[in-house]
C-alpha cells in the first residue's frame, strides 16, 4: 500500500516535474518567440521608417500581414503547446516563420528596389532642376559628383551592377529582376537578417543619399538667397514701399490697435458672449471719422474667428448705409449673405414684404441653443435711421431683443446723436451699449505711433536697407521741425487717417536717389497737405475776376454782409476803373458778366437762394464765399499784382 | 473802344523764348521705377510745364503693383492740364484704367457700366441689373475681382466730378472708399474746378488726398501757345504774336483752351500786312497797331460768343472787301411792333421808377414840390443796383398813354402785345398766371436794349431817350434831384 503510494507520489512528481519543464519549455519557447518577433517588427519597422515614403503603402500592407501571420503562429502555437509536441509546433513554427521571412524579405525588397529607383529619379531631378535653377557649373558638377560618389561608395558594397544600374537608372524591371534573384538566394540561405541588413544598409544610403542632395541644394538655395538678401537699392525701396504702402493706403490691419486695449476687451468680451453663449446683444461704435472704428472691428472680429467654437459657427452679415441705401436692398444684401438665396430659390427678388417675413421667420425659428449665432456688422449706422419707418432697424433690434436665434447688432457710425434719429420703438429695442472712440493719446504716444507705422518690421528681407530705414526714421521723429509738424497734424486731429496720408506723401516721395525719409520729404508732405486749396484757386484767377473779388469785399465790408448782384459789383468796379485805376482798363459788361459767371462756377460766389429763377441775372442776389482774410493773402500772393489794384483793396471803403 | 494812348502793352517789351531754354526745361528726368524710361521720357515732353505735377502724380501712384491711396482728389482751372496729365500717364503706361466723365452720367447706373466694362469687359457690365444700386455695383465688382485679382492699380478716373454732388447722395463717399468696399488695388481719381470744401458731405466722409494743379504763367503760355506756330512763318513771329495777344486778353481771360482758340482764329489778320508786303517780320510795331484794334473787337464778339468764330471768319472776309466796322451786338436786332416798344419802354419806367415820381413825371401840373422827404430811405438806393420792382398792369397803361404821342383806344390788341412781350421774356409776369383782374408784370430787359429801341422809334422818343438817362442819372445821384426835374418838366412842357 505504501509502495503503491509512493510509486502514485512519485508518478505524480514526474508528472508535475514533467508538466512544469514542459511549462518551462513553452514558456521559453513562447518568450523567444515574442522577442523574435518584436526584433522582426523592430526591424520592420526601422525598415519601414527608413523606406522613401513613396513605398509606404505597400510596406504597411506587408508588415499587417507580417503581423496577421505572426499573430496567427503565436495563438496556434499557445493553444497546441499542450497537447501537441513541441517538436511538430516548432516545424509549424519554423515553416510559418520561414514563410513569414520568405514574404517580408520579398516584399522588403521590392520596397528597396522601388524605393532605390524613386530615389535615384529624385536625384536626377533635384540635381536637373538645381542645374537650371543656380547655372552655375561648377556647383552643378560639384553637386552631382558628391551626390554620385556617396551613391557609388555607399551601393558598392552590395552590389556594383546594383548600384550600376541605379545609377544609369536605364530601366525598372531590370532592376527589379536583380532585386528578386538576390532575395531568393537570401532566402535559400535562410540569412534573414542579412537581408535585413542589405536593406536596411539600401535605405540607409538612399537617405544618406538624399540628406546629402537636400543638404547641397538647401545650401545651394541658401548661397542664392544670401546673394538676393544684399538687394540692391531701388529693390530695397520698392519692397519698403510696398510694405508701408499696404500700410498706410490699405489700411491694413494691425496686430493690436493702438490705445484702444479697454473698448477692445469690451467689445471681444461682447461679442464672444454672442458667439459662444448664445446671448443676443445690441452695441454701438461711436466715434469721429478716421478713429479708427472699423479697425477696432476688424481686429475683434479676427480675434474672434481664431476661436474654436466660433470660427464654424459664427454667421457674419456686413452691411453699410453708403451701399444699402433702402431696407428692400438690404435686405436683398443680407439673405445673400446668409446663403439662404437656394432655399428661398427666386423669391430673392420677390416683394418686400415676403423676404421680410421669410427672413424674420428664419430667425425666429431658432432658439439659443441649437442655431447658429448671427452678427450683423451695419456701417454708418445712422444712414439707416433714415430708412422709410425703420423697418430694418426696428426688426433686427426685436430679433435681438427677444430670446431667439442668438443675433448681435453692431453699429459703426460717427454721429454722437445717433440715438435721436432712432424711432421710440427703434431705441427701447435697443440696449443703449454703445462705445466711444475717443483717442486719449498723448503727443509722446502719438510720436511712438508714428515712429512705429513708418518702421520696417524684422522680418524685411534686406536686413541692412531695414537697419538704416530704422535709424533714420529713429532720428527723423527726434528732429525739431520734424516735430513741429507732427504737433500741428496732432492739434489739429488725433486720428491715425489723417496722419497716414502726410506720411503716405512722405513715403511716397522716398526715391532711389535718397533712399531714407528726409526731414525735407515730410516737410513737403505737409506743404501739400495744409494748402489752403481757396487760396490756391484764387491765384489763378484773372486781374480782372479779382477785381471783381475786391469789390465784393468791399461790398460786403460796407453793407455788413448783405447779399449783393452783379449790378452792384459792376458799379463797385466802375467807380474804382474811373477814380483810381491806371493798369486796369475800362471792360464791356459783358465781359466784366462773364467773369463773374466763372466766379459763379468757380463757387467763389453763391447765390443766395437759386430757387428764383424769374430774376435776371444781373439782379439775383449772391454771397462771397471768402473770407476777407482769405482775399488780402491771395493778393499779396497774386504774381505781378497792379500796385493800384492793391491799394483799392487794402483802402478801407471802395 | 481803348483809346491808344492807354495801351496795356508795349511791343518793345516782348520777350522771345530761346528754343535752347525750352529743351532745358523738357529734359527734366523723371525717376520711377516700374515703368518704362522711355515712355517716361516722351510723356515728359509731350506734357510741356507740368513736369512737376507729373512727378508728383507718379511718386503719388507708386509702381503699380503696389498700393496707391483709396482716393486722390486734383483740381485746378479750367484748362490747367488735369485731365490731359492724367490721362497721357494712364494711356501711355498702359495702366487698366476705366475714364468717366460724370457730365455724360445722368444716372449712377452709366457710371457703373462704364466702369465695369472698362476692368472686366463688356460681359461683366451685362450683369448689371436694369437699374442698378450701388450695392449690385460693389458686389458684381468682388465678383469679378476675385475672378481676376488685380496685378496692377486699377485707377477710375471721374472727370468733372462736381456733377456727382447732384447724383446720388452716398455715390461720391462711397466711391471715395471704394478700395476698402470692394478689397482690391483700386483708386479713384477725381477731377474738378471747385475746391473740395464744397464736395464734402455733411457728416464727413473718407478725406481724399488734395493735389492741386497750378495755373500757367504768362510765360508757360507764351511757351505752350508758341508750339503751334505756322510752318510759314518764323517761330518768333508767333512767339511775339502770342505776346501781343496775350496783352490784350491775359487780364481777362488765363484759360489756354479760349486763348488757343483766339490766337488760331487772328493769326491769319496779323499776317495780312506781311502778305501784303506792306511790314517786315522785323517791324513789330506796324503789325501791332494793326491786330490791336482787332483784337479788341474779338474780345467783345469772340470772346463772349455772341458770333460763331464762322462768322468772325466770314467777317474778316468782308473787311477785307470793304474795310467798314459793323457793331455785332446780337440784341440790337430785335424788332417790335411800334406800340410794342412803348410798351416796353413804359414798363421799363414803371420798373425802375418809384411810384411815388410817377406824378411828378408823367402829368404836366404836378403841383408843389416838396423838397424834404421827397423820397423815402428806403428808395434812395437805385433800382438800377437792387433790380426791377413789379408793378400792377394799371400803371404800365397809365405810363404808356402819357408817353405815347397819339392818342391810343385800349383795345385788345394792345393788352395781347403785353402778352406777347411776357412770352418774349422781355416781361416777366409776377405771381400767378390766374390773376386775371390785376396782374402784375416786371421789366426784364437792361437799359442798353431801352435806349436802342427808343432811339429807333421816332423824333419824339429822343425825348424819352433823355427822360431815361435822366432817370438813370438821378437814381444814382439823388443830391441833384432838383435841376433834373425842372429839365424833365422842361422836356415836359415842350
Known sequence: MEMLCACVCVCVCVSVSLSLCVSVCVCVYVCVSVCVCVCLCVCVCLCMCLCVCVSVAVCVCVCARVCVCVCLSLSLSLSLCVSVCVCGCLCVCVCVWVCACVCVSLSLCVCVSLSVCVCACVCLCLSLSLSVSVCVCVSLSLCVCVCVGVFVCLCLCVCVGLSLSLCVCVCVSMCVCLCMCLCLCMCLCLCVSVCVSVSLSLSLSVCVCVCVCVCVSLSLLKMSKRRSAALTGAQGISLAQKLLRERLCHQKLPDQPVGLDSQYKHLLELLRRTAVHGESNSVLIVGPRGSGKTMLLGCVLRELMSLKEAQKNVLLVELNGLLQTDDKIALKEITRQLHLENVVGDKVFGSFAENLAFLLEALKKGDKSSSRPVLFVLDEFDLFAHHKNQTLLYNLLDVSQSAQTPVAVLGLTCRLDVLELLEKRVKSRFSHRQIHLFSSLSFAQYVDAVRAQLSLPPDFPDPKFSDDWNHSVTKLCEDKTVEEILRRNFNGSKDFRSLHSLLFLAVSRVSVSHSTLREADLIEAWRLISADSKANVLHGLSILELCLIIAMKHLNDTYDGEPFNFQMVHNEFKKFIQRKSHSIHKFEKPVVMKAFEHLLQLELVRPVDSGVCKVQREYQLMRLMLEHGQVMEALQRYPQCPTDVKQWALSAFG | ?494
Open chain 2, 1 to 494: 473802344m481803348f483809346s491808344s494812348s492807354s495801351l496795356p502793352i508795349q511791343p518793345l517789351c516782348i520777350r522771345i523764348i530761346q528754343p535752347s531754354n525750352l529743351i532745358k526745361r523738357m529734359s527734366v528726368t523723371l525717376q520711377c521705377p516700374g515703368y518704362p524710361e522711355d515712355t517716361l521720357r516722351s510723356l515728359a515732353e509731350r506734357l510741356p510745364c507740368r513736369e512737376t505735377q507729373l512727378a508728383t502724380l507718379l511718386a503719388l501712384m507708386g509702381q503699380p503693383d503696389q498700393y496707391s491711396y483709396p482716393s486722390v482728389f486734383i483740381y485746378g482751372h479750367r484748362a490747367t492740364g488735369k485731365s490731359h496729365v492724367v490721362l497721357s500717364i494712364m494711356k501711355d503706361l498702359e495702366l487698366p484704367h476705366a475714364s468717366v466723365d460724370c457730365v455724360e452720367c445722368v444716372s449712377s447706373g452709366l457710371l457703373f457700366h462704364q466702369v465695369l466694362s472698362a476692368f472686366f469687359g463688356p460681359d461683366a457690365a451685362a450683369l448689371l441689373p436694369r437699374c442698378p444700386s450701388l450695392s449690385d455695383f460693389v458686389r458684381l465688382y468682388k465678383q469679378m475681382s476675385s475672378n481676376s485679382p488685380a496685378t496692377q492699380t486699377r485707377y477710375i478716373i471721374l472727370d468733372r466730378a462736381e456733377r456727382m454732388r447732384d447724383m446720388d447722395f452716398s455715390l461720391l463717399p462711397a466711391l471715395l472708399r471704394l478700395q476698402e468696399l470692394v478689397n482690391d488695388n483700386v483708386t479713384v481719381i477725381l477731377l474738378s474746378e471747385i475746391v473740395w470744401e464744397k464736395f464734402r458731405p455733411n457728416t464727413g466722409c473718407f478725406e481724399p488726398l488734395l493735389f492741386h494743379f497750378p495755373d500757367y504763367s504768362k510765360a508757360e503760355l507764351v511757351q505752350i501757345l508758341s508750339w503751334d506756330h505756322h510752318p510759314s512763318y518764323t517761330p518768333e513771329l508767333y512767339a511775339s504774336y502770342i505776346n501781343i495777344l496775350l496783352g490784350v486778353f491775359f487780364s481777362v481771360c488765363r484759360d489756354l483752351r479760349e486763348l488757343r482758340h483766339l490766337a488760331v482764329l487772328n493769326f491769319s489778320k496779323f499776317c495780312e500786312p506781311l502778305e501784303k508786303g506792306e511790314a517786315k517780320e522785323s517791324d513789330i510795331h506796324k503789325l501791332w497797331k494793326n491786330i490791336e484794334p482787332h483784337l479788341q473787337r474779338a474780345m467783345q464778339t469772340v470772346y463772349l460768343r455772341e458770333v460763331s468764330s464762322v462768322q468772325w471768319e466770314q467777317q474778316q472776309m468782308d473787311e477785307k472787301e470793304a474795310t467798314t466796322l459793323r457793331v455785332l451786338s446780337a440784341h440790337a436786332h430785335i424788332e417790335l411792333p411800334y406800340y410794342s416798344k412803348f410798351l416796353l419802354i413804359a414798363a421799363y419806367l414803371a420798373s425802375f421808377n418809384p411810384a411815388r415820381t410817377d406824378r411828378r413825371f408823367f402829368l404836366k401840373s404836378h403841383g408843389k414840390i416838396r423838397k424834404t422827404n421827397f423820397l423815402k430811405k428806403h428808395e434812395k438806393t437805385s433800382n438800377h443796383l437792387l433790380g426791377p420792382k413789379p408793378f400792377p398792369l394799371d400803371r404800365l397803361m397809365a405810363i404808356f398813354y402819357s408817353v405815347v404821342d397819339s392818342r391810343v383806344a385800349p383795345t385788345a390788341s394792345v393788352f395781347s402785345q403785353i402778352s406777347s412781350l411776357v412770352t418774349l421774356q422781355l416781361l416777366s409776369q409776377v405771381g400767378h398766371d390766374d390773376q386775371l383782374d390785376s396782374p402784375k408784370y416786371k421789366c426784364s430787359v437792361s437799359l442798353d436794349f431801352i435806349l436802342a429801341i427808343s432811339r429807333c422809334v421816332c423824333v419824339c422818343v429822343r425825348l424819352l431817350d433823355l427822360l431815361a438817362l435822366s432817370l438813370v442819372i438821378q437814381s444814382q445821384v439823388v443830391r441833384q434831384e432838383r435841376s433834373l426835374f425842372t429839365a424833365v418838366s422842361n422836356l415836359h412842357l415842350l
